[in-house]
């Protein structure tokens, strides 16, 4: 009996602490479909890559060699790689400083006081437009516009700009420009909507007490608009750097990296590796490059959130 | 004083107006471009000079790709693809913006950063290895592949997104459900789901855009024409023959409306949620 009663308490602490421990468990319940898209489409891909880019032939024939960091060697000897990294150095900084400048610019106009919320509803969506299009659509839609015979280059002759039509996106010396200025009309909306919420948040009294202080529009706009809207420009720099340094569709289908290498940026150099010389061990160490690339601005981008919170 | 005052409020003015002027220009001018080359006859697209609207107006380039049943079967894969993706995409990143709002658990942290950091991985590097697996897997050029390759894009966001909207839901709700001897289960899909319209609208449209807009993995994934998707199909328009500009551009513009009608209905979720999800993470 003693025994009994003893025992008792013990068995309901066993319980107790099933239960509890079924509890525990709960929260891994929810995260379990999630974690295991990660891991399958995730972390295993990531891996095959990393060990794809070590061998010779992979993919193709049955059998592949061994060839450790080989196809490093030859991808970083390869005098296409490079023109391709500075290719996406230059068309990256292009449009992400463009985005910014533009994004302000609008987000300004749109923070406007003069006009009626309505009327600014109106304007949102219209500089809004160009980011509901997907790549493909713009990219198509600005082959037409930049075409010889192409409306713009309709405008640049008739307003004496140019003498005759240019083809910008197959001409060496404008092509790069080209698809910079696509990327750019295509992705400053994203900045804009960003930063009018930003500007929205920014408190009144600020701006009241510098106008006490007797500040003009640009030592305000210079002293406590960009100060406080500085969190959300560096984050957002750094997304779009990640972004558009991994601009795939609107290249390949504007100008293909061409002409002659004009326009090949890091994606578009591994695409073709992969799927037009079916170099699958080549093209992923190109890959593998290209995430290490995207890791360092990762880090940068996290770390910026952490010390935002 | 006041003379002045007023002054500048009038050049202000004048500039604020010639900004939107030009800022309406420069975003809305390709695309009313589009919109006017879709009622075009091929010929006219690039008539000197240019005709904004045309003697000929048609819509027989509209008539050409609503006719044409592969050019259907794009549109029908491109939605049972895209709404397939939203739908999916909903149910996992709600359970998991569950767990991360309500519950401390060990290694959530660690889960949390690798689903931010996701987000950095290069579409181009997960190409390769996508493709072998798809291949192995027998899902190479089936909507089961696309639809799962593009979760991987789309659920990071949609879980930030999710959690955040969580987060700015009271604690009480579930406590006063479970008191009345709710699961965990329930309190989500009975309080918390029905509360939650809003933020899963706005992850839901933004869910839609991206799959709806996908094009490397599309290109690559898939094989033949009747698996193809609309981003897919009009780059196919540009290999046919000669360039049928007005039909580029007429399904440009049946391909944006899917898009566009959501940015129409749902504009307040939309922009709401493209900044909450990249700013408060």
Redesign the interface.
């Known amino acids: 009996m003693t025994q009994l009663s003893t025992s008792r308490p013990k068995v309901l602490g066993v319980k107790a602490q099933r239960a509890k421990f079924m509890q525990s468990l709960t929260p891994y319940g929810f995260v379990a479909p999630v974690s295991a898209l990660i891991l399958v489409l995730m972390i295993i891909p990531i891996a095959i890559v990393i060990g794809y880019s070590t061998l010779d032939n992979v993919i193709m024939t049955p059998e592949s060699r061994f060839v450790g960091l080989d196809n490093y060697v030859t991808i970083l000897t390869d005098g296409t790689f490079y023109i391709a990294a500075r290719n996406s150095l230059v068309f990256t900084l292009g449009s992400v400083t463009a985005h910014f400048v533009l994004g302000l610019a609008f987000a300004t106009l749109l923070n406007t006081r003069l006009l009626s919320p309505f009327v600014k509803t109106i304007f949102r969506a219209i500089f809004i437009l160009p980011w509901l299009f997907t790549v493909a659509i713009i990219a198509v839609l600005w082959r037409m516009l930049l075409n010889p015979n192409g409306i713009i280059n309709y405008l640049l002759v008739s307003s004496g700009i140019v003498d005759v039509g240019v083809e910008w996106l197959s001409s060496r010396s404008t092509a790069l420009l080209a698809v910079t200025v696509i990327n750019i009309w295509a992705g400053y909306p994203f900045f804009m909507v960003s930063l009018l919420a930003g500007l929205q948040g920014i408190p009144r009294d600020l701006y009241e007490a510098a106008t006490v202080d007797g500040a003009s529009a640009w030592q305000q706009f210079w002293h406590v608009t960009l100060p406080q809207l500085r969190p959300i420009i560096i984050s957002m720099m750094i997304l779009d750097m990640i972004w558009t340094s991994q601009q795939f569709a609107l290249i390949w289908l504007t100008t293909g990296g061409g002409p002659i290498n004009a326009t090949e940026m890091l994606p578009t150099y591994t695409y073709k590796l992969a799927f037009s010389t079916y170099e699958f061990g080549l093209a992923s160490a190109s890959a593998v490059i290209i995430l290490l690339l995207s890791m360092v601005l990762a880090f940068f981008y996290v770390r910026h959130q952490k010390v935002k919170d | 004083m006041a003379q002045t005052r007023k002054a500048r409020e009038r050049v202000?003015?004048i500039w604020?107006i010639v900004?939107?002027v030009a800022?309406?220009v420069?975003?809305?001018f390709?695309?009313f471009?589009?919109l006017s080359?879709s009622f075009k006859k091929n010929s006219e697209?690039?008539a000197?000079?240019?005709q904004i609207v045309t003697e000929g107006f048609s819509l027989d380039a509209y008539l050409v790709i609503l006719t044409d049943p592969v050019k259907l079967r794009f549109f029908g894969n491109s939605y049972l693809v895209a709404l397939s993706v939203t739908a999916l995409t909903l149910?996992?990143?709600v359970?998991?913006a569950?767990?991360?709002s309500?519950?401390e658990?060990k290694g959530?942290k660690g889960?949390n950063?690798?689903?931010?950091?996701?987000?950095?991985?290069?579409?181009?590097?997960?190409?390769?290895?996508?493709?072998?697996?798809m291949v192995t897997l027998r899902l190479y050029n089936t909507y089961q592949g696309l639809i799962?390759?593009y979760?991987?894009f789309t659920?990071p966001y949609a879980?930030i997104m999710m959690t955040a909207y969580f987060n700015t839901l009271p604690k009480e709700l579930d406590e006063a459900a479970k008191i009345d001897g709710a699961g965990?289960m329930k309190v989500l899909t009975r309080v918390l789901v029905p509360i939650s319209v809003p933020g899963m609208v706005s992850v839901g449209t933004y869910t839609f855009m991206i799959a709806?807009?996908e094009?490397?993995f599309a290109l690559?994934l898939t094989r033949t024409e009747d698996m193809r998707t609309?981003?897919?199909g009009?780059?196919l328009l540009?290999g046919q023959h000669s360039y049928e500009?007005n039909e580029?551009?007429a399904m440009?513009i049946l391909?944006?409306l899917p898009?566009?009608l959501l940015?129409l209905f749902f504009?307040r979720y939309f922009?709401g949620g493209?900044?909450s999800g990249?700013?408060k993470?």
């Open positions: 202000s003015k604020t900004g939107l800022g309406t420069f975003a809305a390709p695309v471009w589009m080359s697209i690039f000197y000079p240019p149910i996992v990143a359970l998991a569950y767990a991360f309500r519950y658990f959530g889960l950063l690798v689903i931010l950091s996701v987000q950095a991985v290069p579409p181009i590097t997960l190409l390769i290895p996508f493709f072998a697996l799962l390759t979760m991987v659920l879980i965990p709806w807009n094009y490397l690559t609309v981003p897919i009009i780059q540009m500009w580029m551009m440009s391909g944006s898009v566009l940015f504009q922009i493209l900044t990249s700013l993470s």
